[in-house]
């Protein structure tokens, strides 16, 4: 069957094939809206997200088990800004938080098949919402136009990164992430030229990769209860400044490229204040392990 979801900009077409549908959204440019505001909800499945110069600013493209709910798809104009809300709805996110800690230690032998695959366009700005219960993501934003940037995981486990080296279009006003049970790795944090990074870890584990080069001045506020840290730098490119703020049960490691200025705080062999791509890390850790790297 083919059903219509969004009137006018948001089309569902659905083929059932070898026990799967396969389903296709798009997001069409228009005059009527300047910005996208777009939220993603995954499921136990796995979601790829690139970039595309297709003239259409979203395209999704799915295959999902033919005993799987269908998703949820919402667009509403607001104020010259385009909300699309994209949930892909999967039955197994209804288990208990239990069931989803055991899934998460012991793993899951009966791994829901659902692939989603999210094609961006540079053609307009765009607010980026990421939902991730369980399962995969894999995100590309190389040459994209985002202002802000919101990435939650529950036991999923995600990459994001800049694959073709390619800077964000614009200053990113803010980059959040928030890491429950699982694991995010953000490779190249620096050409998203965001200006406000904020990061909070409860059990999981965070990466985070400053090796390439810093266009603006970044403040990174992170939070870690029980779960990691690690920072991966190059100190010889970017002046960074690191304040802790830890307890007796935390670790902490810091390499010897930086140097210990007052108690808990760290300047690198490039530090200067008045820099224009100052790095400013500020880490608030309880139990957890805070780790940072050099080349």
Not at 31 to 48: P, V
Not at 240 to 250: A, T
Not at 276 to 284: G, M, S
């Amino acid at each position: 069957m083919c059903r219509l979801i969004f009137l006018g900009l948001l089309g569902l077409a659905g083929l059932s094939s070898y026990g799967q549908i396969k389903k296709h959204f798009t997001v069409e440019n228009a005059n009527s809206f300047d910005k996208i505001n777009l939220t993603l909800s995954g499921g136990s499945g796995t979601c790829y997200i690139r970039p595309t110069p297709n003239n259409n600013l979203v395209n999704v493209y799915g295959t999902v088990e033919s005993d799987t709910p269908g998703p949820r798809c919402e667009s509403v104009l607001d104020r010259r800004i385009q909300m699309v809300n994209v949930n892909f709805i999967d039955g197994k996110l209804e288990e208990s938080s239990n069931r989803k800690v055991a899934f998460r230690v012991f793993g899951n032998d009966t791994q829901n098949q659902n692939q989603w695959h999210v094609y961006l366009s540079k053609k307009k700005p765009i607010d980026l919402n990421l939902n991730y219960g369980m399962g995969n993501a894999f995100v590309d934003l190389s040459g994209l136009s985002v202002e802000k940037l919101n990435i939650t995981t529950g036991s999923a486990d995600v990459s994001i990164g800049y694959v073709s080296g390619q800077y964000n279009q614009m200053e990113m006003d803010t980059f959040c992430i928030r890491v429950d049970l699982g694991e995010l790795e953000a490779r190249q944090v620096s050409l998203s030229n965001a200006r406000n990074i904020i990061a909070d870890v409860g059990f999981g584990s965070l990466y985070l990769d400053f090796t390439e080069k810093s266009q603006v001045k970044s403040i990174v506020n992170a939070t870690v209860g029980a779960g990691n840290l690690v920072v991966n730098a190059n100190e010889s490119i970017n002046p960074m400044i690191i304040y802790i703020q830890n307890s007796p049960l935390c670790r902490i490691k810091i390499p010897k490229g930086f140097t210990e200025i007052r108690e808990n705080v760290f300047v690198n062999s490039q530090y200067d204040q008045d820099a224009e791509n100052l790095i400013t890390f500020n880490i608030d850790v309880t139990m957890g392990n805070i780790i940072f790297k050099t080349f």
